[in-house]
């Protein structure tokens, strides 16, 4: 299990003289405070947070950490990771994390950051969705110190009356105050009513949990904001909201997302997730370091330091393509993927590639490599052809006309998308 960055290593916090809410402000209460701290992009409200930590250093009562994830897709990339690290970095310092499936909340579908209404999705859906989520939360959290919930555990028994209740505690000007469905209002594009609700369920999550401090994304502040206020609505004391940034996916353009096709899936093998590391620029590399490593800022600072001094960039780079692949999988891994990089940089195939099985030989290369995925269309398989991208056995295709008979060959598309495929009649 890797471990988070510990307290000593990351940046000290503002020191007040004074204890602070009547508890003692100690050295592992600074620590905690900096490790909250660091790479997030707001934490709301700070004095109130470092109040909570003292108050639990003083009695050893842990804190309720909370972080909300809607299984809207079957797998978790390295842009969830970022909020899912800070967790973890908060569960090693003994708090109490809660790991929440938003299998109620998928429902409705979140409208954060959103310009149309999000399509529901169907119970079927959210319960596929939902199996895989928490075995690969593991992979960064602890489980044996994690509480894990589904929020339909106390939404599906609100019911109507309950729902009209929850309602009644949140205005519709307060809730327009949300910057995206201001604009859609003023763009007079349609805001479905049950879009209002997302927030307000949100919220009355961390009132169900009785939650000290909630975690998400820059996107998710309005919705962290309205658990506050509910909790002070139901006589608690109001959560802490911590918000992390969105992680750029692989493009350098865009945040993270499977949709943008710029991810790098938390469960990818590690040949792909080691290359996937790789192709990022280099000034996007030290934004990574920043979210995803588990090396001080010290390290990072010298890193860094090193590369403006000179030092060639790829090596901080493999550094953190291995440090990553290491953690969802092993360093032995992290080796042979490094390895297997270098034999594909200089034309060579890797030990392991996919493999296909397909009858109907002999036929045509752009046929081929549609039928095995290296290329969406016929015609676009022609145009790689066309630009010297296709290679059969490490020789480049030339002639778009060609067709390959029986037998097992390795096709490749670029310098690293192979298949070794075994044609039958």
């Known amino acids: 299990m890797p471990q988070a960055p510990n307290a000593a290593d990351s940046a000290t916090a503002p020191t007040p003289k004074a204890?602070?809410?009547g508890w003692p402000l100690t050295d592992a209460v600074r620590q905690a405070m900096a490790v909250s701290l660091r790479g997030a992009d707001e934490l709301l409200p700070e004095a109130d947070w470092q109040t909570k930590l003292a108050k639990s250093a003083a009695t050893g009562v842990p804190l309720r950490i909370k972080l909300g994830l809607d299984p809207t897709a079957p797998d978790l990339h390295l842009g969830h990771t970022v909020v899912l690290n800070k967790m973890r970095q908060l569960q090693d310092l003994g708090h109490q994390v809660i790991f929440l499936v938003g299998d109620f909340t998928s429902m409705i579908g979140d409208p954060s950051g959103r310009n149309t209404t999000r399509p529901p999705l169907t119970r079927e859906q959210i319960e596929a969705n939902a199996k895989t989520y928490y075995a690969q939360a593991s992979l960064v959290l602890d489980p044996a110190r994690t509480e894990i919930r589904y929020n339909s555990e106390w939404s599906d028994p609100l019911g109507a009356r309950g729902m009209i209740q929850l309602a009644a505690r949140y205005t519709v000007a307060r809730m327009m105050e949300r910057d995206d469905f201001k604009k859609r209002f003023e763009a007079q594009t349609p805001i479905s009513v049950h879009e209002f609700l997302?927030?307000?369920?949100q919220g009355y999550d961390s009132v169900a949990l009785k939650s000290d401090l909630e975690l998400g994304g820059t996107d998710q502040k309005f919705n962290l904001l309205v658990g506050r206020h509910l909790q002070?609505?139901?006589g608690q004391e109001p959560q802490c909201i911590l918000t992390m940034p969105l992680l750029v996916g692989t493009d350098g353009a865009d945040k993270m997302s499977k949709s943008k096709n710029n991810y790098i899936g938390i469960t990818e093998n590690a040949n792909t997730m080691f290359a996937k590391v790789l192709s990022i620029s280099d000034d996007l590399m030290w934004n990574w370091f920043t979210l995803l490593s588990?090396?001080?800022e010290a390290e990072i600072a010298a890193l860094r330091a090193e590369v403006a001094a000179g030092r060639n960039p790829k090596d901080a780079k493999v550094a953190l393509a291995k440090e990553?692949?290491?953690?969802f999988h092993s360093a032995a891994d992290a080796e042979k993927a490094e390895q297997d990089f270098a034999l594909r940089s200089q034309g060579g195939i890797p030990e392991q590639i996919d493999e296909r099985a397909l009858s109907g030989a002999p036929m045509g290369i752009a046929a081929l490599l549609k039928a095995v995925g290296l290329a969406p269309s016929s015609?676009?398989?022609?145009?790689?052809?066309d630009g010297g991208g296709v290679r059969v056995d490490g020789a480049v295709v030339s002639d778009k006309a060609l067709k390959l008979d029986t037998g097992t060959r390795?096709?490749?598309v670029g310098k690293r998308k192979f298949v070794r495929v075994t044609l039958s009649a």
């Open 410 to 412: 390795v096709l490749q």
């Open 294 to 296: 588990f090396k001080s």
């Open 19 to 21: 204890p602070v809410g």
């Open 198 to 201: 997302y927030p307000l369920m």
């Open 324 to 327: 990553i692949t290491t953690r």
């Open 379 to 385: 015609s676009e398989a022609n145009r790689l052809i």
């Open 232 to 234: 002070q609505e139901y």
